[in-house]
């Protein structure tokens, strides 16, 4: 069982740059796949970027975003750089034991979310 929360949004204006934290609890976390995934308003849900040993990302943020994670300390970041006005969503991140990939339904454990707001 693992559970995640979420943390690190708010308001930036173009171009700017926001951390986001997701801190799991879990006793291996480090086996754990994590991902990141974003919904805006009236859209899916979709996949930003994921972590096991490597990293993977979507052609829509590679270059900007980074994703990261410190396992002693049982957290994933993601670093969001040069941001965009359809950057704005709810940012989830999500983890499951053995899938790595960029379907969400396929990940067990998903954090509340944080709101990100790309003003223009």
């Known amino acids: 069982q693992v559970q995640l929360v979420e943390s690190g949004g708010g308001l930036v204006q173009a171009g700017g740059s926001l951390r986001l934290s997701c801190a799991a609890s879990?006793?291996?976390?480090?086996?754990?796949?994590i991902g990141w995934f974003r919904q805006a308003p009236g859209k899916e849900r979709e996949f930003v970027a994921a972590?096991?040993?490597?990293?993977y990302y979507a052609a829509s943020v590679k270059g900007r975003f980074t994703i990261s994670r410190d396992n002693p300390k049982s957290m994933v970041y993601l670093q969001m750089n040069s941001l965009k006005p359809e950057d704005t969503a709810v940012y989830y991140c999500?983890?499951?034991?053995?899938?790595?990939?960029?379907?969400?339904?396929?990940?067990?454990?998903w954090g509340q979310g944080t709101q990100v707001t790309v003003s223009s």
């Open positions: 999500a983890a499951d034991r053995d899938y790595y990939g960029t379907r969400a339904d396929e990940y067990d454990y």
């Open positions: 972590i096991r040993w490597s990293t």
């Open positions: 879990g006793r291996t976390f480090s086996s754990y796949v």
